[in-house]
Each structure stands twice: as structure tokens, then as C-alpha cells.
């Protein structure tokens, strides 16, 4: 595998930026979830998503509620390596992996929690929400050049960003980043991301295309009322999956009117395919072998 990386500093982070050559293939298909933890559910999780095929896993961040390199061992050794089968790993920085994060990002053989990286003509972006985001910081800038990179590059068909918490969701345990939703945001409308995967709430939650309403982004601009078939839609689908194992939270019983869907009490994980290059299709697995949510987003050029 023939790649390249260009290294910039940031605080006491370095984000990368590289670009891997991967053969191309008629189906791509990657796997995210976050919020993991307990041993067991954990590896039926990881199983579920080999049993599927996936090459790429992102997880979405805190992968043990323990601290110390026993538990991020067992994390690596026992839960992961011995279930993915041939998929590739990729990692977003949790809450709960922060005091591990030199651990974590060895395992995962990272040099940052901020990078990207290309696969089948799907750009990847990583976001560091526990390092200085705002504007102007060495964070902000990065995504804001590499997102611009992206979307000039013709070889890039789709766009997908993944952090820890959420941006939009319903208010579980925790409630949307409001400061990281308006800070990145109008850079995901403007570069035309597709996608943003995110976890902390230990349940499952999905919107419809959203673009950033300035006047009050509590109160995204849906930009289609269906529920499930996207063609070239304007904004991104925001996905929480954090359910991978560990205890389930509650879900807030207003639910937002930008919601498609919301569950909890499941484990499982999204499994998207970028079908020809044309068509992204996201479906939820969960480990007792149930499809509970899909959606395909298309191209207007397919």
C-alpha cells in the first residue's frame, strides 16, 4: 500500500493528513460505532461487522470506561484484533480515552486523533473534540484546508466526518455540541459533506439532511422530508451510533423535529456500502441479526 503524509503541528496534537492508495472496487463497504466497553457485547459487535464484510471500521470513541493500559490492551488484543478480520481500524478520541490517549493512538497506530485519509473515492476526517476547535485554532484550520482539498479533488465522490459527541441529536445523558455543530458546520455545507458519524449517547439516532440555519442552529433547515431515499440532497446525515455494548441511556421523550429515528436498548453498528461510487447506503445491524434503520443517499449525476 503506497501512501503519503504531510504533518502539521497543532497545540500538543499532530493532525495528519494522508492519502492511501486502495484498489478500487464496485462495493466499498466500512462499518462505525462507538461507546463499547463491555467485553462480551463488545466482540459480538465487532463479529456482527465482520460477518458483513466490512473493510474499514471507524470507531467513534470511548472504547473503555476504565483507565490504564490493561484496559486498553484488553480493549485492542481481546475485543478487536481477534474479531475484525481483515478490516482496517480507525479511531476518533472519547471522552472516557482521553487520559489513554498515547495508548490508544499506539494501538491504533496513529499519530493524532485530527487526520483524514482517502478509501474507494470516500474522504475520511477525523475531529479532536476534547482540543481547541474554534476558529482561527490549528484544528479549525486543517479542517477547513483539507475539506477544500477534498472537494477539489475529482477523485473524491463522497465526503464523511467522525467525532466523538454529537452535533445534532436528541437529549439523552448528553446534549448536542452546540459550539463544535456552529464552528464546523457551515465548512461541512460549504465543502458538501455527506456524512457525519458521531457516538457518546449510548443509543441510536438519525436525521434527515441538515444545513446550518444561522439564525438559530438548534432548528437545522431539513432539506427533504423523506425519511430514507436522498438524491443529491443539500446538508448531511447525522448518525449516532453509540452502541457498542455498553449500558444503554435513555432517550429524551421530545424528540427533535430533525429526527428521522432514535432506539435505544440495542447493540449493533452502522454498515455503509458505496455502491459503483454512486450510491452510499447506510443500514443498522444490530447484533441479534436486525435491520432497524436504512438509508441510501444518490448522486444527481447517477
Known amino acids: ?20 492508495s486502495f484498489a478500487q472496487t464496485s462495493t466499498f463497504n466500512f462499518g462505525a460505532v462507538g461507546d463499547i466497553d463491555e467485553a462480551e457485547k463488545a466482540k459480538a459487535t465487532i463479529k456482527n461487522m465482520a ?7 471507524i470507531g467513534l470513541g470511548d472504547y473503555r470506561y476504565d483507565d490504564g493500559e490493561l484496559y486498553v490492551n484488553e480493549f485492542w488484543n481481546d475485543i478487536v484484533m481477534p474479531n475484525k478480520g481483515g478490516a ?14 498515547k495508548l490508544y493512538l ?23 473534540a476534547y482540543a481547541d476547535y474554534k476558529k482561527g485554532s490549528g484544528q479549525y484550520n486543517f479542517v477547513q484546508n483539507d475539506l477544500k482539498k477534498a472537494s477539489s479533488n475529482p477523485n473524491v465522490k463522497w465526503n464523511v466526518v467522525y467525532m466523538h459527541p454529537p452535533m445534532y441529536a436528541s437529549c439523552s445523558v448528553h446534549c448536542p455540541e452546540s459550539e463544535l455543530r456552529d464552528t464546523y458546520q457551515p465548512l461541512f455545507d460549504q465543502y458538501n459533506v455527506d456524512l ?6 449510548h443509543n441510536y439516532q438519525r436525521t ?27 446538508g448531511e446525515v447525522y448518525v449516532t451510533v453509540g452502541t457498542g455494548g455498553r449500558h444503554a441511556h435513555h432517550l429524551d421523550p421530545a424528540m427533535p423535529g430533525y ?23 447506510g443500514v443498522y445491524y444490530s447484533d441479534d441479526g436486525e435491520v432497524k434503520d436504512q438509508f441510501t443517499i444518490k448522486k444527481g449525476d447517477v
Request: with cysteine; glycine share 6%; charged share 15%.
Open 259 to 281: 429526527l428521522v429515528t432514535e432506539f435505544t436498548d440495542t447493540i449493533g453498528y452502522i454498515d455503509i456500502s458505496v455502491i459503483n461510487n454512486g450510491t452510499m447506503k
Open 208 to 234: 434527515y439532511p441538515l444545513e446550518f440555519n444561522a439564525s438559530n442552529s438548534d432548528s437545522p433547515i431539513i432539506t427533504t422530508s423523506d425519511k430514507s431515499n436522498y438524491i443529491d440532497p443539500k
Open 106 to 128: 499506539n494501538k491504533f497506530n496513529q499519530s493524532s486523533w485530527i487526520y483524514s485519509f482517502d478509501s474507494n473515492g470516500t474522504h475520511f476526517l477525523a475531529l479532536d
Open 196 to 201: 457525519v458519524l458521531q457516538g457518546h449517547d
Open 1 to 20: 500500500m503506497m501512501y503519503l503524509c504531510l504533518f502539521a503541528a497543532i497545540l500538543l496534537s499532530t493532525p495528519v493528513l494522508c492519502q492511501f
Open 88 to 101: 482496517k481500524w480507525y479511531g476518533a478520541l472519547g471522552n472516557h480515552d482521553v487520559d489513554d490517549s
Open 51 to 57: 460477518s458483513h464484510g466490512v473493510e474499514l471500521i
